[in-house]
């Protein structure tokens, strides 16, 4: 049998935590190896517990979950972690801050359980987590304030082809939407999607999406 994937589980609400607890725990591959209230304590237990996601809130008390995020996912560490967002819509711009931050996606608080259950099995895999609905919205906020005033997509080095699937993924289009907007198959969007990350040097969907809006590529 597979081990179960290792969660650890980040907030400052006792009550929002403890659901977050059990839902996860109740999964036959998923174990909960521990949890915390703020973002300096998630740091400190992700060196000793060695989680494979890390669920995390974003406003807390000591550390905040971005800055949390960047010491356990962001550029330059060498053991990172993979994480999971948790936010609500009134915190925007923190997310936008997450996802430059290193992480792995981001969920809203009232996702279902079984949207939250998917993200974590989708991050530990070590792809991304792109919510459509709220995809344009969480980043799209903030793109006249990371967009350059002027065009810059004629520096960018990618096919015509590539430029369009990449605008489709910040439009948060899954491969299978883009195949269809495309008419083109599956594993060749698959194939344009893994040139695009390695051109550009992109660890992920999310990076992707935070590139192309800072380019001013969608609007």
Do not use: W
């Not at 819509?89 to 936008?96: A, C, E, G, P, R």
């Not at 919510?131 to 006249?144: F, K």
């Not at 910040?170 to 939407?177: H, K, T, V």
């Amino acid at each position: 049998m597979t081990a179960p994937i290792r969660v650890l589980v980040c907030d400052d609400q006792v009550l929002v935590r403890t659901g977050l607890v059990t839902i996860i725990d109740a999964q036959p591959d998923l174990e909960v190896v521990g949890e915390c209230e703020d973002g300096q304590a998630a740091v400190d237990l992700a060196g000793r517990l060695r989680p494979e996601v890390v669920v995390m809130d974003v406003r807390m008390p000591v550390l905040d979950g971005i800055e949390a995020t960047r010491l356990l996912a962001g550029a330059g560490v060498p053991h990172p972690v993979k994480v999971l967002v948790v936010t609500t819509f009134n915190l925007d711009k923190y997310v936008y801050e997450a996802l430059r931050a290193g992480a792995s996606g981001f969920l809203l608080k009232e996702a279902p359980p079984s949207r939250l259950l998917h993200g974590i099995r989708t991050v530990a895999t070590g792809a991304a987590l792109l919510d459509p609905e709220v995809t344009r919205r969480l980043v799209g906020t903030y793109a006249a304030r990371i967009r350059p005033a002027e065009d810059t997509s004629r520096d960018i080095p990618l096919t015509p082809r590539e430029l369009e699937v990449l605008r489709l993924i910040a439009d948060g289009f899954s491969n299978s939407e883009i195949a269809a907007a495309l008419q083109i198959s599956h594993e060749t969007v698959k194939t344009f999607v893994s040139r695009i990350l390695t051109k550009l040097d992109l660890r992920d969907r999310v990076q992707a999406v935070v590139y192309a809006y800072r380019r001013g590529l969608v609007t």
